[in-house]
């Protein structure tokens, strides 16, 4: 038995085992951060490397979410008695009118897997929820994805407005149509084209 | 000088492949444009078979393209099998979209009825029946949604549990896809008793199944069975033409939409309209000899870039898919932007009129 263990059989998409492993792990007295980095972080980033290159497809990145999942579930409670950190806090939505939520859901699961904490607010959402969100929770970054042309008008929206309306929260945005240039001419801190790229892009902006 | 063939002429030539038209038909896969050249309201056009009409025919009138009016929407499914889709309202939305998906749990799946056509039609089909019975008035085929199975069935379920059961509960998948199929099988056999199989053009799209999403084998276990089950039925109906819309990059796909093909003895035409992923060449060597191939210009350029350009992408595609053996025709790589300017369907026309004349 080792952190080894969980980071197989999370590229083995046995999501329904890791919750056992993670607590085993816990009952030999593995140190809490070993388990969190070297097996459920270590084993999301080769899910996104794999995914990246083209060998591994959606349905088994969501299997890999719900493998996180099921791991942060054990380790949260003791997480927070140890007063740990997440490296940040992010809202991600999509923005006004668009409904393509996969690719959001998977960069989610990757900020979540690289830990942040992250809090989804689904699909279609304008200004006022994002502004919600982000009191809410107090976050440091907000994540907004739009895979249409026509949504992309509302994403500049929101930027703009987020500036104005919420003081030191920093936006990123992302989707299929957007680029680093779409980003830069709307004014938000960051752009990523896929899930590490928003990794490293959310890493960036909490150090700024 | 000969006479120009009219739109229904160009058509039928390259529909029936014995004689060349006499210039490369082009159709947009216009949808939501038409409503907004009509400065109608989205709902009030997707949700009113009359206004889907009206609205395409006068934006077909309009350019006088060589496509007639087809109602399929890439929401279809979750309404037709009992939940509920929204109607765009102008204040985003462009086209329906999922509000609620009646498969919540694996266990919806086995209680999930199969929707019927003897009484009121299902969902989209009543809207896409009256665009239908439009259509068939005034000689135009009777287009309506057969596919995509695995497209419609991802969203009668929660799309991303559904993507999950991909392979945790690939036998709920197949159940869910039966059913889904069986939908669409109803479907034809309604249209095709109402209209005549010769008038009916049935249309299969969908994204789901694209390789940015899933595996080609998944793609295999998964959708190839239902596709072939559709498609044979279609054989077995008697109608001859399909449009078929594989969306975005389904490449790795590919040998599987050939071996349905082989495996239905198809007799008719299918027109295969890929995503802008997939290079003419590469379709003409899947399906050129015996289906019609479309010039698949990428919906963002024509939205995005100037004129000119769009009409080299055009040109760019009529040079390489123009004189495939078994026909071609103009369209962009899915539907043509809502909101794009008409003068972009202008440069579509304006390519096919110089650089894809056959005399
Ligand atoms: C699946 C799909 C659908 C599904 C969505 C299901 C769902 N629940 O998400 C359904 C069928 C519902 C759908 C509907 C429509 N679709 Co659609 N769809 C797609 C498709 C094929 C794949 C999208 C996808 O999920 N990809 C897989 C994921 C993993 O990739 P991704 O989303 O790009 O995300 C990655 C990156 O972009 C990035 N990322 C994403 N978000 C963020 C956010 C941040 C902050 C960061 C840093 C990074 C990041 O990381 C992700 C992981 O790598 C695309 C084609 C394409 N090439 O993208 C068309 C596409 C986006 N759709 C399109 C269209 C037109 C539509 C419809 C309007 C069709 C219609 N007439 O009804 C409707 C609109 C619905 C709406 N209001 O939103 C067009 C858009 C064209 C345009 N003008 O913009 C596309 C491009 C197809 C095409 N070639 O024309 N669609």
């Avoid at chain 1, 080894?4 to 593995?30: G, N, P, R, S």
């Avoid at chain 2, 239908?132 to 009668?156: L, N």
Wanted: charged share 20%; aromatic share 8%; proline share 7%.
């Amino acid at each position: 038995m080792a952190v080894a263990d969980i980071y197989h059989a999370i590229l083995a998409f046995k999501h329904k085992e890791i919750a056992d492993l993670v607590q085993k792990e816990l009952d030999l007295k593995t140190d809490v951060s070993g388990i969190l980095n070297d097996g459920l972080i270590a084993a999301m980033d080769e899910l996104g490397r794999q995914y990246s290159q083209g060998a591994l497809f959606v349905p088994e990145m969501l299997i890999g979410a719900l493998s996180m999942k099921n791991g942060l579930g054990v380790l949260k409670p003791i997480l927070a008695r140890t007063n740990a950190q997440p490296k940040g806090i992010i809202v991600i939505g999509t923005v006004k009118g668009d409904q393509h939520d996969v690719g959001k859901n998977l960069v989610a699961m990757m900020l979540e897997g690289a830990g942040f904490k992250v809090v989804d607010i689904g699909v279609d959402n304008d200004t006022a929820a994002f502004v919600k969100a982000i009191t809410d929770n107090n976050a440091d970054i907000a994540a907004l994805s739009s895979l249409l042309t026509t949504s992309m008008p509302a994403m500049e929206k929101i930027v703009t407005e987020l500036k104005e309306q919420v003081s030191g929260v920093k936006t990123m945005v992302g989707g299929a149509p957007t680029s680093m240039a779409f980003a830069e001419r709307i004014g938000s801190y960051g752009y990523g084209g896929d899930g590490p790229e928003a990794v490293e892009t959310a890493r960036k902006l909490m150090a700024l | 000088m000969t006479k120009a063939m009219t739109p229904p002429e160009r058509m039928m030539a390259v529909m029936m492949g014995q004689e060349k038209p006499d210039r490369v038909p082009v159709v947009p896969f216009i949808q939501g444009y038409a409503a907004n050249i009509m400065g109608m309201p989205p709902g009030e056009f997707w949700s009113d078979g009359d206004n889907y009409f009206d609205a395409n025919f006068a934006s077909m009138r309009l350019h006088g393209y060589e496509q007639t009016p087809l109602f399929g929407y890439a929401a279809c499914g979750p309404w037709e099998f009992g939940g509920k889709v929204g109607m765009p309202d102008g204040s985003g939305e462009l086209a329906p979209y999922v509000i609620e998906s009646p498969v919540k749990t694996l266990e919806d799946i086995e209680t999930l009825k199969v929707p019927t056509f003897d009484g009121p039609l299902p969902g989209g089909f009543a809207i896409a029946d009256r665009n239908a019975e439009r259509c068939v008035e005034m000689g135009m085929p009777a287009g309506f949604q057969a596919g995509s199975i695995f497209s419609a069935a991802a969203q009668v379920a929660d799309t991303n549990a559904f993507l999950t059961w991909v392979i945790t509960e690939p036998d709920a998948v197949r159940m869910l896809m039966d059913k889904v199929s069986d939908m669409f099988i109803n479907a034809l056999e309604y249209f095709a008793n109402k209209f005549g199989a010769q008038q009916c053009m049935p249309f299969q799209a969908g994204p789901l199944e694209a390789n940015g999403m899933i595996s080609p084998d998944t793609f295999r276990d998964l959708v190839y069975p239902y596709n072939l089950k559709v498609n044979q039925k279609i054989k077995e109906l008697g109608i001859g033409a399909v449009l078929m819309h594989p969306c975005a990059d389904q490449n790795l796909n590919i040998p599987y939409y050939v071996q349905m093909r082989e495996a239905c003895d198809w007799h008719g035409r299918y027109i295969w309209i890929f995503g802008p992923e997939t290079s003419i060449p590469d379709q003409m060597k899947a399906f050129g000899d015996h289906d019609i191939i479309c010039g698949n210009v990428d919906p963002i350029a024509i939205l995005e870039k100037p004129y000119a350009e769009v009409v080299q992408l055009c040109k760019d595609a009529i040079d390489e898919g123009k004189d495939n053996p078994g026909g071609f025709i103009l369209t962009p790589g899915c539907e043509f932007p809502a909101d794009a300017a008409p003068i972009k369907v202008m440069a579509m026309m304006d390519a096919a009129e110089q650089f894809g004349r056959y005399e």
